[in-house]
């Protein structure tokens, strides 16, 4: 099964490791992966199309994982963006959209633990669910202000950081709080026969 994952950027690549690392105890054989990250969002409209028919070529699945803050406003919520990306490519049995309400770093806030530890400051955990947690002060924003305020050498890098916090951690914690990520974590394990998470 070969299975390509388009991206808005190298954030999102930094969880490729971490969701082979879970997928493979998982599945009874492995997916080639591809992350296909864009300089800050996925193709819209009639490029969306387009690029998914191509890598049809070549690939048996292709997702869709886009932000809903993508800072156009194109998207009101995790089910519009979904909508939007099917109406865009169109009847296609092999293209899945999905989602991280409101961004990516929304599946990092469950370990809060972990960037308190490299921020080295103890601020508290955003309240509610992660993925809730917007107040146009989205989950990025929260991130970035903990590692200002903490004695860390720098600010938040996405992809640097990313990558840390999800290295010390089980995307299954972070998918039992984020429906949004369960949903595409069940899609791979539901294309490649593994067992979906309940």
């Not at 490791?17 to 080639?32: A, C, D, I, Q, W």
């Not at 969306?48 to 890598?55: A, Q, Y």
């Not at 070549?58 to 869709?64: K, N």
């Not at 103890?122 to 903490?150: D, T, W």
Request: glycine residues 4%.
């Amino acid at each position: 099964m070969k299975i390509a994952v388009l991206v808005e950027g190298k954030t999102e690549v930094a969880l490729m490791p971490t969701l082979r690392n879970f997928l493979k105890p998982r599945l009874p054989e492995m997916p080639r992966l591809r992350a296909i990250p864009y300089d800050g969002r996925i193709p819209k409209e009639n490029k969306l199309k387009r690029r998914v028919e191509i890598l049809l070529d070549t690939y048996d699945a292709v997702i869709a994982l886009t932000d809903v803050y993508t800072g156009t406003g194109d998207f009101a919520d995790a089910s519009d963006a979904k909508k939007k990306m099917s109406d865009w490519v169109g009847v296609n049995p092999n293209f899945y959209p999905h989602t991280a309400q409101h961004d990516f770093e929304a599946w990092l806030l469950p370990f809060w633990a972990t960037i308190q530890k490299l921020a080295k400051h103890n601020k508290a955990a955003p309240s509610g669910q992660p993925e809730q947690v917007n107040h146009n002060n989205p989950p990025a924003h929260r991130i970035k202000e903990i590692f200002e305020l903490g004695n860390c050498r720098d600010s938040y890098n996405k992809p640097r950081d990313a990558k840390r916090i999800l290295a010390e951690n089980n995307l299954l914690l972070s998918a039992q709080v984020c429906p949004e990520l369960k949903a595409f974590l069940n899609t791979i394990l539901s294309l490649c026969g593994g067992e979906t998470i309940d």
